[in-house]
């Protein structure tokens, strides 16, 4: 019985021990492995080394371009109108047509016109009778007044001796009431010829200010007599037609409008930026010219003056090129791609497009890595070629510096570069040595994911793990 007892608690002591006994061995055998475990020095992780091609800083004198979008304008356009009412007879040109100086256009029926002509003339010549009708009179006054004078004078001579008689007591009071009478009525008669010899030259005038206006009539009825025969103002080409044989006319009504070739502008918004640059050549005199190639003809053009005012909304003021070469042929309102000459640059640095950040910044190869500096854009060169490139300007590059022209998409200051050539060879800035060209050892296919596809087909930027 005591040994059933004693081998129950040695079942129970073995049931619990052994679970404990198998957990200190184990954390003691992994505590040993542990520290036995052999030490390894920590690796310093290598900074990325960026592939990138360079170009050095060369001043020179150039004359920038900037690329624009006109539009084809004319300020001599002409709104052809009836000056009278009148029938279409005949419409001689088609819109689209070129005409001449003095082409005829449109003949519109000139029978109501020839009428009002001879009606005017009528009264001009009714005018000139009723003058010398006036002139006549004047002169007959002039010979009556003096005869009526001398009746008056006759009368009172008639009354002085009935006067004498009556005083004589050898006439009748009633031959001297006569007399007397007479007389009244010879100086009513002489103030009547009097008034109108004095009252010619106001008739006179009257007449001739009349006649003027019926002249004037006459003119305007004979002008429109020519009118009828609608003509070309200038050298242009036909936009519209808008009458056909057969309608009728009315003082205002439109007919045709042209415009004139020989004076087609060219309006284009002119960046703020470039403002500047356009209003120094407009104010010393600098002629700045400008290009276009349409329909694969070629249009010379000039800088005639710019507009007074900024629309609202607007990114510039607006620019007008007159055309001086080949652009006759071209049509109103057509928008075509215009490269702009700007005042020559004494001390500008041409780069790639490439090398350009944003609008205003540039990179430079400072000990081996990148530095921004700010840079004015001053335009363009080349812009009728495939290779473009950008004029630049900034105090702070001189001549010589190491301009970086692979873009990067992680640009930033202090990123650590490796500078080739085209061929792929390594270039020392600073000592000016080129390397071997071979890659260092350990360095990846990534090291070369900013190099210029231009330069390194097998460069792939958007691939970098940057």
Do not use: C
Request: proline share 5%; charged share 30%; no cysteine.
């Amino acid at each position: 019985m005591v040994l059933k007892a004693f081998y129950a608690i040695f079942r129970l002591i073995r049931r619990m021990l052994l679970p404990v006994l198998i957990l200190v061995v184990g954390t003691a055998g992994m505590v040993a492995l542990v520290k036995s475990k052999p030490e390894v020095e920590p690796r310093q992780p290598e900074e990325k080394e960026w592939t990138v091609t360079a170009q050095p800083v060369a001043y020179t004198k150039v004359t920038p371009e900037i690329a624009l979008f006109a539009r084809v304008e004319s300020p001599r356009t002409a709104d052809l109108s009836a000056s009278l009412s009148a029938d279409v007879i005949e419409v001689k040109v088609f819109e689209g047509d070129f005409v001449s100086p003095d082409a005829p256009l449109i003949d519109l029926d000139r029978s109501e016109a020839e009428l009002i002509v001879e009606q005017r003339t009528a009264d001009v010549n009714e005018l000139i009778f009723e003058l010398e009708r006036e002139a006549l009179q004047y002169r007959n006054d002039q010979r009556a007044s003096r005869r009526e004078r001398e009746i008056l004078a006759l009368v009172r001579e008639d009354i002085k001796r009935a006067r004498s008689l009556e005083e004589r007591n050898l006439g009748s009071k009633s031959n001297l009431d006569q007399a007397l009478r007479e007389e009244q009525r010879q100086l009513l008669a002489i103030e009547q010829r009097t008034l109108a010899i004095e009252g010619y030259e106001s008739r006179k005038k009257r007449l001739e200010a009349t006649l003027s206006r019926a002249r004037s009539g006459l003119a305007r009825a004979r002008l429109d007599l020519e009118r009828t025969a609608v003509k070309a103002p200038f050298e242009g080409r036909i936009t519209q037609v808008l009458v056909s044989p057969g309608d009728r006319v009315r003082p205002g009504d439109r007919l045709l409008t042209l415009f004139d070739t020989s004076a087609l502008e060219l309006r284009s918004q002119i960046p703020l930026r470039h403002l500047p640059q356009f209003n120094r050549a407009t104010g010393q005199g600098v002629e700045l010219d400008a290009r276009a190639t349409v329909d694969g003809r070629q249009i010379r053009a000039r800088l005639h003056r710019l507009t007074a005012e900024v629309r609202r909304g607007s990114g510039g003021a607006d620019a007008l090129f007159r055309v001086v070469e080949g652009g006759d042929w071209l049509q109103l309102g057509r928008t075509l791609r215009l490269i702009a000459d700007l005042p020559a640059v004494d001390r500008g640095i041409v780069l790639p497009r490439s090398a350009l950040y944003g609008t205003d910044r540039v990179f430079v190869v400072d000990q081996g890595r990148m530095r921004g500096v700010r840079v004015e854009r001053l335009g363009e060169v080349g812009l009728e070629t495939r290779d473009s490139q950008i004029l630049v300007s900034s105090p702070d590059l001189k001549a010589g510096d190491m301009v970086v022209v692979t873009q990067l998409p992680n640009a930033i200051d202090g990123l650590k570069l490796r500078v080739v050539d085209a061929s792929g060879a390594s270039l020392a800035i600073d000592s000016g040595e080129e390397s071997s060209g071979e890659k260092p050892q350990g360095e990846g296919d990534d090291d070369r994911a900013g190099a210029d596809p231009s330069t390194d087909p097998s460069t792939d930027p958007s691939k970098s793990d940057g």
